[in-house]
């Protein structure tokens, strides 16, 4: 994909920091993986102050996107191929 605009996405939150962010998903998701900065999801490398929480809820992938002047949004994203990618990244690590 690579393209945030082209994909059908949910806004959680606006104007978070990565704190608030990683804590939003740790809060309200059991799933969860823990990434460094440059991790690509959907071959969009993440941006943030590490450690940068992914989480997954069934197919849907929920991670902070950094949109330049306009801040940080926490997006929920739905790709089964990316989902199945990133659980077995964390079962990896």
Do not use: W
């Amino acid at each position: 994909m690579g393209c945030v605009e082209s994909m059908n996405y949910e806004i959680l939150m606006r104007d978070g920091s990565f704190k608030e962010c990683r804590a939003y998903i740790k809060e309200h998701f059991t799933e969860y993986i823990e990434v460094q900065p440059g991790f690509k999801i959907l071959d969009i490398p993440v941006i943030g102050i590490p450690p940068i929480a992914i989480g997954l809820d069934r197919d849907f992938i929920i991670f902070p996107y950094t949109k330049p002047c306009h801040g940080t949004f926490l997006l929920r994203v739905e790709d089964t191929a990316e989902a199945a990618r990133l659980r077995a990244v964390k079962k990896s690590t």
